[in-house]
């Protein structure tokens, strides 16, 4: 087991990384306010993860409370939301009672928001069980639904008591999954951490075949990065917002196509091809560069082109970015592989030339 610790103050936590964690209780008990929790999951991790998870609580005392919502992003809303908060109520959940989120990222986002406004802040820990959710969403806090004119609209940061990464629920992950997952593990590469990228480029091949060395040292770097770009800007004022590469693109992907047509990942691939286009067209990023990130996706075997919408449906979506400042765009762009930046000065007809050149 790795142990890496998101540094900020006396609410700093830990993200323990290994394969066979998900029993390991004694991870979990230093953050328990009362013998009781509420595991939130969904349809398709129940059958798998719930009961063997429930089992080990129950096994030093912890009586669990069960809550299983329905799977994908398009459930990802207020409905979805009011079956936590109907489950914790009726079950008489105390504001010390933890609720544990146990899935991928739709989960750890309900899961976190749930947790942040019942009886005004309960404890949570996250479990991720995808690939996307162990290297980027459950790390950092920030937890929403989305809304149907943008993603992650409604939300609120509220960090987690601990993050448990168990590789082993990787084994279970569908194949597109996890490919979806590995965009978020490039973004990491592309905005801080060049040498991860070249890391990335060598490795592909063991990540898709789930080498469990390769997904492991993919993992913790990924969140090493986050980690210290959290600690460093928690609630996305500055640094942070680098994480958003490829993410004012591929959130106007995933609301304009309905959320759930494409995963998530698949959306922030193209989004990352476009971005690159736009730094490019920037004169920040040289043409073998752009070739680099779009190669990789594509080995990967994410989308490397956006669907296609018209780029006045994209400006229109992208307006409403959470990165927007003043009325006007903000871009994260690439200095060089490695480096990133944002942008506010970004001219609207650079941007329709990227549309044009990389949407289907």
Sequence with gaps: M?????????????????????????????????KRVAIVTNTTIAP????PLAAAFKSTGVDVVRIVLPDGEEHKNWQTLNLIFDALIEHRCERRTTLIALGGGVIGDMTGFAAATYQRGAPFIQIPTTLLAQVDSSVGGKTAIN???????????????????????LNTLPERELKAGLAEVVKHGLIRDAQFFDWLEANVDGLLA??????????????????E????????????????????????????????????????????????????????????????????????GLPVVGPAMIPDRYLELMSVDKKARDGAL??????????ASVRGDVPLAVVRETLHHCVA
């Design 2 to 34: 790795r142990t890496l610790s998101v540094a900020l103050g006396d609410r700093s936590y830990p993200i323990h990384v290994g394969s066979g964690l998900l029993g390991e209780t004694g991870l979990i008990a230093p953050f328990l306010s009362q």
């Design 48 to 51: 798998i993860y719930l009961e």
């Design 147 to 169: 809304h149907p004119l943008g993603k992650n609209m409604i939300g609120a940061f509220y960090q987690p008591r601990a993050v448990i990464a168990d590789l082993a629920t």
């Design 229 to 300: 770009v959290v600690a460093l800007d928690e609630r996305e004022e500055d640094v942070r917002a680098l994480l958003n590469f490829g993410h004012t693109f591929g959130h106007a992907i995933e609301a304009g196509l309905g959320f759930g047509t494409w995963l998530h990942g698949e959306a922030i691939a193209a989004g990352m091809v476009m971005a690159a286009d736009l730094s490019r067209r920037l004169g920040m990023l040289g043409s073998d560069a752009v070739a680099r990130v779009e190669h990789l996706l594509a080995k990967i």
């Design 330 to 339: 903000r871009f994260i762009v690439l200095d060089r592989i490695g480096a």
């Design 210 to 227: 789930r080498d469990p060395v390769a997904l492991e040292h993919a993992v913790v770097r990924c969140c090493g990065i986050k980690a």
